[in-house]
C-alpha cells in the first residue's frame, strides 16, 4: 500500500500563487507516477498534471499549461504542484494520486492510490 498525504491547499484571490506538495510512504518502489487531479462539487474529478520520472515526462490539463508547474523531489519522496496566476476556476479539491506502475495520463480510474484531498479557493 503506499499512502498519499496533501498539503499547501488555501484561499487565494485570483492572480495570485499556491504551492500544492504530495508526501508518499509506505510501498512506494514500483511506483514511477504521480499526478493531481481535481473536483468540484456535482463533477467529475478532472486531471490536472502528472509527473513520470523513469521517462522524465510531465503533461498538463489545457485549462492550466502555462500556469502550473508539476515537481518531484526525490530525496523526500515527494512531488509539488506550483500554481500561478490562479483563477477562480481553479477552486477545487485537489487530489495527489498514484498508480501502481508508470501510467502518468489522464485517466483518473487507472490510479490505484489517492491522498484525501486539498481544498484550494480562489476568490474574485
Known amino acids: 500500500q503506499v499512502q498519499l498525504v496533501e498539503s499547501g491547499g488555501g484561499l487565494v484571490q485570483a492572480g495570485g500563487s499556491l504551492r500544492l506538495s504530495c508526501a508518499a510512504s509506505?510501498?512506494?518502489?514500483?511506483?514511477?507516477?504521480m499526478a493531481w487531479f481535481r473536483q468540484v462539487p456535482g463533477k467529475e474529478r478532472e486531471f490536472v498534471a502528472a509527473i513520470n520520472w523513469i521517462v522524465g515526462s510531465t503533461n498538463y490539463a489545457d485549462s492550466v499549461k502555462g500556469r502550473f508547474t508539476i515537481s518531484r523531489d526525490n530525496t523526500k519522496n515527494t512531488i509539488a504542484l506550483q500554481m500561478n496566476r490562479l483563477k477562480p476556476e481553479d477552486t477545487a479539491v485537489y487530489y495527489c494520486?498514484?498508480?501502481?506502475?508508470?501510467?502518468?495520463?489522464?485517466?483518473?480510474?487507472?490510479?490505484?492510490?489517492w491522498g484525501q484531498g486539498t481544498q484550494v479557493t480562489v476568490s474574485s
Open positions: 509506505g510501498r512506494t518502489f514500483g511506483t514511477y507516477a
Open positions: 494520486a498514484a498508480p501502481k506502475g508508470f501510467y502518468s495520463g489522464s485517466s483518473p480510474s487507472s490510479y490505484d492510490y
